[in-house]
């Protein structure tokens, strides 16, 4: 049991290239998340997923795209890199959206921008 | 939306010494969460506790929702302690279903 597992752990990328961040989780979880973490801050909400087949906006969803390739999958592309995207990205699941379980973060990817 | 303080933003201890860390919330909870975050910079779930009281080991955790605060108790702290502690909060009235809102944390270094 693995947990929630993110691809790859370090990336280094040139201003307009574009990358997928991919993120699975082996623990039958319906919702997923993806946050980004910027140096003395915590960690602010970029899409979610709800449920397979659902995806929406969180607080910093400018420049980045998202598909819930199924129930276990949950990548995060950009598609035109800047600057302003370097940070840590980390991918979460819980059982549900509502708030009534725990969220379960992976190892974070840690990604600059030139 | 909502806010999240956290207390002290800094603290430095000497192994063995007791600590408290405190979150103040400005809204209504139906989740809370602490974490850790370790200098490799992981994230490990120590606590969900929208309300009550729990411990694990040399950590326990309080959370009065009536008073919007949650406080996290570190006793006999070892240098593995070091690191940054988050508050996490989940408000179901707010805009972003899903969203768990931190705090800024608390930077722990735990000296020899």
């Known amino acids: 049991n693995a947990g929630v597992t993110q691809t790859p752990k370090f990336q280094v990328l040139k201003t307009g290239q574009s990358m997928t961040l991919q993120c699975a989780q082996d623990m039958n979880h319906n919702s997923m998340y993806w946050y980004r973490q910027d140096p003395g801050m915590g960690l602010r909400l970029i899409y979610y997923?709800?449920?397979?087949?659902?995806?929406d906006k969180g607080e910093v969803p400018n420049g980045y795209n998202v598909s819930r390739l199924n129930k276990r999958e949950f990548s995060l592309r950009l598609e035109s890199a800047a600057p302003s995207q370097t940070s840590v990205y980390f991918c979460a699941s819980s059982p549900t959206e509502r708030g009534l379980y725990e969220q379960y973060f992976g190892p974070g990817t840690r990604l600059t921008v030139t | 939306g909502i806010q999240v303080e956290q207390s002290p933003p800094d603290l430095i201890l000497q192994e063995g010494a007791n600590s408290t860390l405190r979150c103040n919330f400005s809204d209504s909870v139906n989740n809370l969460q602490w974490f850790h975050q370790n200098p490799w910079g992981q994230l490990i779930n120590l606590f969900y506790?929208?309300?009550g009281t729990k411990q694990n080991g040399r950590l326990s955790a309080t959370t009065v929702a009536t008073e919007r605060y949650s406080l996290l108790y570190i006793s006999s702290s070892q240098t593995t302690d070091s690191g940054v502690y988050f508050c996490a909060v989940y408000n179901a009235g707010g805009t972003s279903y899903g969203k768990l809102t931190f705090g800024q944390g608390t930077i722990l270094t735990v000296h020899p």
């Open positions: 997923s709800a449920s397979e087949g659902t995806t």
């Open positions: 506790i929208p309300s």
